[in-house]
């Protein structure tokens, strides 16, 4: 870190309330985020685990002289909360009579400025009708309803506290006295105060106290820096920012929370796509070094925003709409999926981003190195369960940014490509070693499920490359040997096995239930039935050896030609 002239501060919150400072969230800065966990925190460390005068941590601001306003850096969360709590009290003595005790909260929620003109204490750039109408006017106005996702939060906050403060007023025998202790607590809370004269450097103090902290991570150190870095260019400029942004989160939402890409590890891949490799821990460091402009900021916003939904596509391909022409590159990404492998990230962005380039990486290329990676990591990461070395993530990241400085050169583009594909076909197991690894790896039965999804897409591998036309979307995993068999004896990883398993229709696997193998042999040997894979008709009976036998043939097709590297 550069020197930087500072003097650290001791303050109560009491001390940042009063006298003529306001307290302004500039737009550029995250929205309030605090949920029922943090506020849970916060409140225990108020009310139960420590006295009047409590270390809240730093707060950075910057300051210009001439003004009573302190544009917040870091604290605009626990101030936030600090001043929905004011609110709260206030409220709750108004509610109880004290008209008094209630002034003497509001004055810290909103005074007088120089020009004898009411101000809160505590502002927002980007209005928020909610926060300063519904919770820090008084009488706040109850009809002003949140209106976007961080007034959302706002209200579910003041929703918490005062059910939090009401619970607690309950339990006490004197009420009032508790309601002053708290305030007390509030406000004698400490802060280690710092502010400087220069925006730019009040943010080099931030990032440098959050270097080490686990509450903020990548994505936003990346916002504040990015955003900071536009904020001269006017507050609608800046609001445009802070919009894409959003949008670039929103990209990366789905609508099941438990399919919610992480930002940072979407920031990490992106850089990676494009520049040289940087290990995660240094990733911040490097962007910041790199993106100084407004020209740079703006230029890596709209590349973000861009990338965001290119990204959640390849990682989780049914958010997108696939023309017919990459259907097969769909199913290699949604293979990869199912692996939980992560290692090629950075290339599946690049490949997806060459693919919507005004220039199109041609579709043939793209399907074809995506097929390589999923034979390659089914053949070596999930069948042979060989570890990949920190090399792996290196070429994979090389290749990607290869891929993206290649630009519209079609010669270019091929060469980086023809080179990962060939550096992985070179790594790929033998076919002895993929062999055995196959016949032990995949079991399913009712008491082996954790690798479902993986026995499924097997399955439907050699049966759409038996019947091409076959559609696998309904059907359901048969046990050719019945699971009831174990309790008679048999072994459960002979029964579980890929070799005693089939996809057949809901209809066909009701008729098959629990019957005798010939009774079941007669069935798929049906008109117009295709589900036969690895000769299970050829057989006239279903035992142990039988199962042994097919599971054997199975991986030699599926190392010889389903998964055959090279392609």
């Excluded at 009063?18 to 460390?45: C, H, K, M, T």
């Amino acid at each position: 870190m550069p020197e930087i002239d500072f003097q650290p501060d001791k303050r109560t919150v009491e001390e940042l309330y009063v006298g003529a400072d306001y307290y302004v969230i500039p737009r550029f800065q995250r929205p309030y985020s605090w949920d029922a966990a943090n506020l849970d925190d916060f409140w225990r460390d108020v009310v139960y685990d420590n006295s009047v005068g409590y270390f809240i941590g730093p707060m950075v601001a910057w300051h210009d002289p001439t003004s009573p306003i302190r544009r917040l850096v870091d604290g605009q969360q626990r101030l936030t909360t600090i001043s929905i709590m004011f609110a709260v009290l206030r409220d709750k003595f108004e509610e109880l009579g004290e008209d008094n005790l209630a002034d003497g909260v509001h004055r810290y929620l909103e005074k007088a400025d120089r020009n004898n003109e009411r101000q809160f204490t505590l502002q927002t750039e980007v209005p928020s009708p909610f926060l300063s109408q519904a919770i820090f006017k008084r009488p706040p106005d109850r009809a002003v309803e949140p209106s976007s996702e961080e007034e959302e939060a706002l209200s579910k906050a003041l929703d918490a506290i005062r059910q939090l403060v009401d619970d607690e007023a309950q339990k006490r025998q004197n009420p009032l006295d508790w309601l002053r202790d708290f305030r007390d607590r509030l406000l004698g809370l400490r802060v280690i105060w710092i502010e400087h004269s220069s925006e730019d450097d009040a943010y080099v103090i931030f990032e440098t106290l959050n270097s080490r902290g686990k509450d903020l991570e990548v994505v936003d150190l990346l916002k504040n820096h990015l955003l900071n870095r536009l904020r001269g260019t006017g507050n609608t400029a800046a609001d445009t920012a802070r919009t894409k942004w959003d949008q670039m989160r929103g990209a990366l939402e789905a609508s099941d929370s438990r399919k919610r890409i992480d930002p940072n590890r979407f920031i990490l891949h992106w850089w990676l796509s494009q520049e040289e490799y940087v290990a995660e821990r240094k990733l911040f460091p490097a962007v910041k070094q790199k993106v100084k402009s407004k020209t740079m900021a703006k230029a890596r916003l709209d590349s973000l925003a861009r990338d965001a939904p290119l990204y959640r596509a390849a990682i989780e391909p049914s958010s997108r709409v696939w023309p017919t022409e990459e259907a097969d590159a769909r199913r290699s990404l949604e293979a990869l999926a199912i692996f939980g492998i992560v290692q090629p990230a950075p290339l599946l962005l690049s490949l997806m981003r060459a693919r919507t380039d005004a220039v199109k990486l041609g579709a043939s290329q793209f399907k074809k190195t995506l097929q390589v990676i999923e034979r390659f990591h089914f053949q070596h990461t999930v069948v042979s369960q060989l570890r990949s070395s920190g090399g792996v993530s290196e070429m994979y990241a090389k290749a990607a940014r290869d891929l993206s400085s290649a630009g519209p050169d079609a010669q270019a583009r091929a060469n980086a490509l023809d080179d990962i594909r060939n550096k992985l076909i070179s790594r790929s197991p033998d076919k002895e070693q993929f062999v055995l690894a196959f016949e032990e790896r995949f079991h399913f039965t009712n008491q082996q499920t954790r690798d479902s999804k993986l026995v499924r897409y097997v399955l439907e591998r050699f049966l759409r490359h038996s019947r091409p036309a076959t559609t696998t979307e309904h059907l359901t995993i048969e046990h050719i040997m019945p699971q009831r068999e174990i309790a008679r004896g048999a072994s459960i990883d002979t029964v579980g096995v890929v070799g005693n398993l089939l996809l057949v229709s809901e209809a066909i696997n009701g008729r098959l239930d629990d019957k005798s193998f010939a009774d079941k042999r007669a069935i798929l040997a049906g008109p117009g039935l295709a589900y036969d894979i690895g000769g299970v008709l050829d057989c006239t009976e279903w035992t142990a050896a039988e199962i042994s036998a097919r599971t054997r043939l199975l991986a030699e097709l599926a190392h010889d030609q389903i998964w055959r590297l090279p392609l």
